[in-house]
């Protein structure tokens, strides 16, 4: 995926991206589409189907830092009151999400407690039509076998329609048909043109590892999609290439300095490159994009006083239903397959509050396995019981050729893996974040006990409710007790607003006071999407790309 050499100030294009998640991605491809010549730079490694690690050296090793010769997948971030959780990698986020594409709520493009939305759902749907078709979107085929016999699905339904909760199945950005055929798991991928890793994909084999990276090629990932039609169109793809640094250049456009890393070569420096552009659109996330502006402010003396501001989770919150009375057996199935919706009162419609969607979730079948040997002590005394059982006959020299009773009392009834149901809660919660530098990096001022603990405190008793009606227990995540969250759907930093005094860039992603320099990613939102905002970053986007390739006058 990496050219042979990297040379230097030769290298110039047309537009250059930085990052391949959502909003990377959709830029390249649009931009290279329209004919322009575009090198997409992306820290991490391509994840060809099968690539994705299992075993547990493999995980260890999927993490990304550089400085320790890592160069993994999954990044974790950690600050005084939030967790963040983001992806390094082709097709950046796309690799480990979940895959659920909801648009944003149409009255949640709001104008209240400092969060204005310059562009309303009027303004996107064309992008979301065209993002959902390039994405190709299905929703779970719950009317079908096996389909149909998802516990964990049935069970958050049954559970959340007796609340008279509003229970829906969103639609995924994964394959479980061919088109115009029945869902059957496991049948190769009918593709219009080869994928970029030209390797064969299955329809979804429903073993719950999407969290993971799908190693059947299931999940309609960015680098399905996006990036091999912008692959396709000529954009050059740069994978291992980290950018360090960006100015402007004489005579207009910006030098990108980056950094290529060679995993395998450890304790050796990244070669150093630079290249130029006319446009360099910034989608390294919510983090990076912020960070890379933040580091790089004093090459950019203009840029808008909102950097760093508006920073948010999207109101995650993740909690778990224990001990459910009927088995959920939450490995089987895509990670989320289902979701509730609760109105805000943005809705106009008698609704109180902000807010927030919930959608039932899984993990890997391995996970339940760790689940069942962490249940500490009671693990333990099966084994012992069962164990002395057999001892015992031993002693008293009985015959016990068959052991195979015992032997299965050593899994007890294994209620904690088979009746557990975690809980993604997310929605609008206030984005009142501040992203600064700390000795040079990344720190984040955020507080779930600030402006969003009515929000997270009704988040969390629907939650309880929905724990109780399926007879479990519920129970927080850890974190929640040393005052945190973790979030998988961090936004703000770089928000858009109607002027510089608001935001960092405007309705177009064009940052204030400098032609030629974009953002497009989850940084530019200025408050939360409320659901899973991978669509929404991606609509944008493909709206800003049109700006891109109509010329639209900086402002
Ligand atoms: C476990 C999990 C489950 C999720 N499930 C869902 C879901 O179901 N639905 C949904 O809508 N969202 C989901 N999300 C969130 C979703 O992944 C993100 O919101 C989305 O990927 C953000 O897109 P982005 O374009 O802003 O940035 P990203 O997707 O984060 O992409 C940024 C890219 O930039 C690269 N990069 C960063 N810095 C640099 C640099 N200096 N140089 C070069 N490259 C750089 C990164 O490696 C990365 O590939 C989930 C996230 C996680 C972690
Ligand atoms: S459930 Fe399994 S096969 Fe289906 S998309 Fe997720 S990881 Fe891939």
């Given at each position: 995926m990496r050219p042979a050499s990297h040379n230097g100030a030769q290298d110039h294009f047309e537009a250059v991206i930085v990052g391949s998640g959502f909003g990377g991605s959709v830029t390249a491809y649009r931009l290279a589409e329209a004919g322009k010549r575009v090198c997409l730079l992306e820290r991490g490694k391509p994840y060809p189907p099968g690539s994705f690690p299992r075993s547990p050296l493999g995980f260890s090793q999927n993490f990304w830092d550089p400085s320790r010769g890592l160069y993994g997948m999954f990044n974790v971030w950690n600050f005084s009151g939030i967790d963040a959780l983001i992806s390094s990698g082709l097709g950046g986020g796309s690799l480990i999400y979940a895959n659920v594409m909801i648009r944003k709520d149409e009255h949640w493009f709001v104008h209240d407690g400092g969060e204005n939305w310059p562009i309303s759902?009027?303004?996107?749907?064309?992008?979301?039509?065209?993002?959902?078709?390039?994405?190709?979107?299905?929703?779970?085929?719950?009317?079908?076998?096996?389909?149909?016999?998802?516990?964990?699905?049935?069970?958050?339904?049954?559970?959340?329609?007796?609340?008279?909760?509003?229970?829906?199945?969103?639609?995924?950005?994964?394959?479980?048909?061919?088109?115009?055929?029945?869902?059957?798991?496991?049948?190769?991928?009918?593709?219009?043109?080869?994928?970029?890793?030209?390797?064969?994909?299955?329809?979804?084999?429903?073993?719950?590892?999407?969290?993971?990276?799908?190693?059947?090629?299931?999940?309609?990932?960015?680098?399905?999609?996006?990036?091999?039609?912008?692959?396709?169109?000529?954009?050059?793809?740069?994978?291992?290439?980290?950018?360090?640094?960006?100015?402007?250049?004489?005579?207009?456009?910006?030098?990108?300095?980056?950094?290529?890393?060679?995993?395998?070569?450890?304790?050796?420096?990244?070669?150093?490159?630079?290249?130029?552009?006319?446009?360099?659109?910034?989608?390294?996330?919510?983090?990076?994009?912020?960070?890379?502006?933040?580091?790089?402010?004093?090459?950019?003396?203009?840029?808008?006083?909102?950097?760093?501001?508006?920073?948010?989770?999207?109101?995650?919150?993740?909690?778990?239903?224990?001990?459910?009375?009927?088995?959920?057996?939450?490995?089987?199935?895509?990670?989320?397959?289902?979701?509730?919706?609760?109105?805000?009162?943005?809705?106009?419609?008698?609704s109180t509050g902000r807010g927030f969607y919930i959608e039932d979730a899984g993990y890997p079948s391995f996970l339940s396995w760790m689940l069942q040997a962490a249940d500490e002590p009671r693990a333990l005394w099966l084994w012992r019981k069962a164990a002395l059982r057999i001892l015992v006959k031993w002693i008293q020299r009985k015959p016990q050729p068959d052991v195979s009773g015992a032997v299965s009392s050593f899994f007890g009834d294994a209620a904690l893996s088979a009746g557990l149901l975690p809980l993604l809660g997310m929605g609008r919660d206030v984005p009142e974040g501040r992203m600064h530098l700390h000795d040079g990096l990344l720190d984040v001022d955020w507080s779930k006990d600030g402006a969003s603990k009515p929000y997270f405190e009704k988040l969390r008793d629907t939650m309880h409710a929905l724990a109780d009606e399926l007879g479990g227990h519920f129970q927080d995540n850890p974190l929640w007790w040393l005052s945190k969250v973790i979030t998988v759907h961090a936004l703000g930093g770089c928000p858009m607003g109607r002027d510089p005094s608001e935001g960092v860039v405007d309705n177009w992603g064009r940052v204030f006071g400098v032609p030629g320099l974009y953002v497009a990613d989850g940084s530019v939102m200025p408050g939360p999407v409320g659901p899973n905002p991978s669509l929404t970053i991606a609509a944008l986007a493909d709206r800003f790309a049109d700006g891109i390739i109509e010329g639209r006058p900086q402002p």
């Open positions: 759902r009027a303004d996107l749907d064309p992008h979301y039509d065209r993002c959902e078709s390039m994405l190709g979107v299905q929703k779970y085929p719950l009317d079908d076998e096996p389909y149909a016999s998802t516990r964990k699905t049935l069970a958050f339904r049954d559970a959340a329609q007796r609340l008279g909760y509003d229970w829906f199945l969103p639609d995924l950005a994964v394959t479980f048909a061919n088109e115009g055929e029945a869902p059957v798991p496991g049948e190769p991928i009918r593709e219009e043109h080869p994928n970029l890793h030209g390797r064969t994909r299955y329809t979804c084999r429903l073993v719950g590892e999407c969290d993971v990276g799908c190693n059947y090629g299931s999940k309609n990932s960015l680098d399905y999609n996006y990036l091999s039609a912008a692959k396709r169109h000529g954009a050059e793809l740069r994978t291992c290439c980290e950018v360090k640094a960006f100015r402007p250049r004489d005579g207009g456009g910006f030098e990108v300095d980056y950094v290529v890393h060679e995993p395998g070569s450890e304790g050796s420096e990244p070669a150093p490159a630079t290249i130029t552009t006319d446009t360099l659109v910034l989608s390294a996330g919510t983090l990076g994009s912020t960070f890379l502006l933040l580091s790089n402010r004093d090459a950019f003396p203009s840029l808008s006083p909102a950097l760093g501001t508006r920073f948010c989770g999207n109101g995650d919150l993740l909690t778990f239903a224990l001990r459910c009375r009927e088995e959920i057996n939450s490995d089987f199935g895509p990670v989320i397959t289902s979701a509730i919706r609760m109105g805000d009162a943005a809705d106009a419609d008698g």
